[in-house]
């Protein structure tokens, strides 16, 4: 199973720096980050090894369908990494996104954290 976490709140940076701090160099992590970056990139390179960083378009993950979250997240999911982020923009239908996380075939292939909440300096 695959540890997924939802980053939420704050600029795409103060997200990216969150995810950042807890990476582990040792463990193959997969990020899915939503939208540009708002200046300096904060993650390491992609090309470093058990790092896969995707950038999806910015758009509400259930009102554009989860079309394109679908596809990227099951190229990922293919390597089978035991970590994934997934950062998103806005937490307006974050509960539909969990919802969508928790049904077949995602309930069998990841296993839900507590979400990083990066607004307020948390």
């Given at each position: 199973m695959t540890l997924l976490t939802l980053v939420t709140g704050g600029r795409a940076g103060t997200r990216e720096a969150a995810i950042?701090?807890?990476l582990d160099p040792a463990q193959h992590t997969a990020i899915i980050l939503e939208g540009l970056p708002d200046g300096k990139e904060m993650l390491p390179s992609s090309a470093t090894p058990n790092l896969q960083v995707v950038r999806i378009a910015p758009g509400c993950m259930h009102c554009i369908g989860n079309l394109v979250m679908r596809v990227t997240l099951n190229r990922m999911l293919r390597e089978k990494p035991p970590r994934l982020y997934i950062s998103v923009a806005s937490t307006e239908h974050l509960h539909?996104?969990?919802q969508f996380l928790r049904e077949p075939p995602y309930s069998e292939?990841?296993?839900l954290t507590d979400d990083l909440s990066c607004a307020s300096g948390k």
């Open positions: 950042a701090a807890r539909l996104l969990r292939l990841l296993t």
